[in-house]
């Protein structure tokens, strides 16, 4: 599968680090609970400590924010930091569930890192299934508010 088309913006060089500790099996899936603007600047600011590889906006624009060989710090948990993919889905309580062209660029890009990474689809997650700090996160329950919606999206890659 080809890649994607991709807009790069990056994230700051704060907020990831410029190796991988494990190799990359796994995706996390996320939604960001702001605009796509908002996702950016957070990424963008040292302060935050908080990035993804990737965020897939309303409109079916990709953008790439950490380099796929770099870690993003997306997941909670520092080892699943390390072999893993970030994706970020723009969507709030205002903005539910992805639109057409959002869940088309979604399974294309998870679709590409399947095949250039050889991950099982049972190392495609949600944020709440693998966070573990303690309290958790209901990420992304504005796009698959359970895991059977999330499991239903993941039948439909390629």
């Known amino acids: 599968m ?9 994230a700051s060089s704060k907020n990831q ?6 190799a ?8 960001t609970e702001s605009s796509l603007q908002a996702a950016i600047a957070r990424f963008q600011d040292p302060e935050e400590q908080v990035s993804a590889h990737y965020i897939v906006a309303r ?6 924010m950490v380099l796929e060989d770099h870690t993003a710090w997306h997941a909670g948990d520092r ?9 970020e889905h723009v969507a709030d309580k205002n ?10 660029c979604s399974l294309n890009l998870i679709g590409y890192l399947v095949d250039k ?4 689809k049972s190392h495609i997650y949600t944020h709440r299934t693998v966070d573990k700090i303690a309290g958790g996160t209901d990420c992304p329950k504005w796009i698959w508010p359970d895991e059977a919606s999330f499991e ?6 390629a």
């Open 2 to 10: 080809s890649r994607p088309d991709v807009k790069w913006i990056p």
């Open 17 to 22: 680090n410029d190796y991988r500790e494990l």
């Open 24 to 31: 990359i099996n796994s995706i996390v899936c996320h939604n």
């Open 59 to 64: 409109d079916g624009t990709c953008i790439q």
């Open 79 to 87: 080892a699943m930091n390390h072999r893993s993919i970030g994706i």
């Open 95 to 104: 903005n539910l569930g992805m639109t057409q062209e959002q869940q088309q």
């Open 117 to 120: 990474y050889k991950i099982q």
């Open 152 to 157: 239903k999206f993941k039948e439909t890659i």
